[in-house]
T-cell receptor, first 115, second 114 residues
């Protein structure tokens, strides 16, 4: 149990377009999901906390109008990178909390490349 | 804010033990985690320990916590080539506005040689 999926696993887009990444908890309900960004050979940086039915909480320095997060149901959160630029190219990883917030299960990640 | 530091590289021979070290700064009650990341993949939770514990063992994995020095280590016994990956130490406070938020170390690249 506790499987988290992400879709797509890899996306290449042109500069100026928007890209939506989905994060799903497949076999459990997740009231809280987190979105992280990972640069090459670097650690994960928390971008935002997504709570079902309410607005996401963004970390300092993360533009909420640039990275739109929607947590529409207990099994789905989406991250939309709006008007993507090459500097948005990165590995985006989501995590979902099953029973307790201290137990996070991670998705396999989405590699975004903006040309 | 909280800070988590790790050594960046570790190279061991197959069959030997690996010890990956981590230090953290959070002085409140916290959970401390070890995650494994294989190339191009997400993170796999290996084990976690509460900050009032000294040790936790799970099969080949042993976590040791020195609360005074805020030093955490992960020992992998009988290291195999399949253990080659990046290992992240992370901490998450209990309670407060940062409850549940993970702060990660830089990751330690473990290379296991045959």
């Amino acid at each position: 149990g506790a499987v988290v999926s992400q879709h797509p696993s890899r996306v290449i887009c042109k500069s100026g377009t928007s890209v939506k990444i989905e994060c799903r908890s497949l076999d459990f309900q997740a009231t809280t999901m987190f979105w992280y960004r990972q640069f090459p050979k670097k650690s994960l940086m928390l971008m935002a906390t997504s709570n079902e039915g309410s607005k996401a909480t963004y970390e300092q320095g993360v533009e909420k109008d640039k990275f739109l997060i929607n947590h529409a149901s207990l099994t789905l959160s989406t991250l939309t990178v709006t008007s993507a630029h090459p500097e948005d190219s990165s590995f985006y990883i989501c995590s979902a909390c099953r029973d307790r917030v201290n137990e996070q299960f991670f998705g396999p990640g989405t590699r975004l490349t903006v040309l | 804010g909280e800070d988590v530091e790790q050594s960046l590289f570790l190279s061991v021979r197959e069959g030997d033990s690996s010890v990956i070290n981590c230090t953290y700064t959070d002085s409140s009650s916290t959970y401390l985690y070890w995650y494994k990341q294989e190339p191009g993949a997400g993170l796999q939770l290996l084990t976690y320990i509460f900050s009032n514990m000294d040790m936790k063992q799970d099969q080949r994995l042993t976590v040791l916590l020195n609360k005074k020095d805020k030093h955490l280590s992960l020992r992998i016994a009988d290291t195999q080539t399949g253990d080659s990956a990046i290992y992240f130490c992370a901490e998450s406070p209990i309670g407060g506005t940062s409850y549940g938020k993970l702060t990660f170390g830089q990751g330690t690249i473990l290379t296991v040689h045959p």
